[in-house]
T-cell receptor
Framework: AQKITQTQPGMFVQEKEAVTLDCTYD???????LFWYKQPSSGEMIFLIY??????QNATEGRYSLNFQKARKSANLVISASQLGDSAMYFC?????????????????FGKGTLLTVNP | DSGVTQTPKHLITATGQRVTLRCSPR?????VYWYQQSLDQGLQFLIQ???????AKGNILERFSAQQFPDLHSELNLSSLELGDSALYFC?????????????FGQGTRLTVV
């Protein structure tokens, strides 16, 4: 079974500063993907960034980067130059390659989330 | 815009009632996933359909059922509703290939049971 742990229920950051949101994961599957989603107060789930378990480099998407430390099983999200609009709930999620077990379920397993508040 | 459409956006109903939530996946995506987001359970996978067939079940109650139609839209049916069923229900669609990273979520249906 897969498990995602986000230990920070809430985080505060000053506008224009960088912030790191923690995520650790647990799986015995060798092939998996890690995702970060943003959920603003309006409720929609917005995909931010993806890291594959075999990717050699850390993923980056604009102001978002993923600090992937495979041996530690961590996949922290770094947001640089925070903006007021970054205030939202952030979820880390994992998907394993179902073909390893002969299945075809690409479901996502989510952590509990971290509520980020950006202060002006 | 993710390309995944969910209707209705909000739903208020009484205990014991039955509701149907609808999802249209992105064009070309054959797979639909339903998730439930509640305050106590967080985001949980409910059920997956692929090209009209049920592929996997998660923590879905027996009072809940789903189906996927030939045009690939999916419906989640919730019956004998209880107060604890109040939640945000998401539908997501994705390409069925592990190398494709994104799962695209709809805007969700917020269900309130009173």
């Amino acid at each position: 079974a897969q498990k995602i742990t986000q230990t920070q229920p809430g985080m505060f950051v000053q506008e224009k500063e960088a912030v790191t949101l923690d995520c650790t994961y647990d799986t015995s599957d060798p092939s998996y993907g890690l995702f970060w989603y943003k959920q603003p107060s309006s409720g929609e789930m917005i995909f931010l960034i993806y890291q594959g378990s075999y990717d050699q480099q850390n993923a980056t998407e604009g102001r978002y980067s993923l600090n992937f430390q495979k041996a530690r099983k961590s996949a922290n999200l770094v947001i640089s130059a925070s903006q007021l609009g970054d205030s939202a709930m952030y979820f880390c999620a994992m998907r394993v390659d179902p073909s390893n077990s002969g299945g075809s379920n690409y479901k996502l397993t989510f952590g509990k989330g971290t509520l980020l508040t950006v202060n002006p | 815009d993710s390309g995944v459409t969910q209707t209705p956006k909000h739903l208020i109903t009484a205990t014991g009632q039955r509701v149907t939530l609808r999802c249209s996946p992105r064009s070309g995506d054959l797979s639909v996933y339903w998730y439930q987001q509640s305050l106590d359970q967080g985001l949980q996978f409910l059920i997956q359909y692929y090209n009209g067939e049920e592929r996997a079940k998660g923590n879905i109650l027996e009072r809940f059922s789903a189906q996927q139609f030939p045009d690939l839209h999916s419906e989640l049916n919730l019956s004998s509703l209880e107060l604890g069923d109040s939640a945000l229900y998401f539908c997501a669609s994705s390409v069925e290939a592990f190398g494709q990273p994104e799962a695209f979520f709809g805007q969700g249906t917020r269900l309130t049971v009173v």
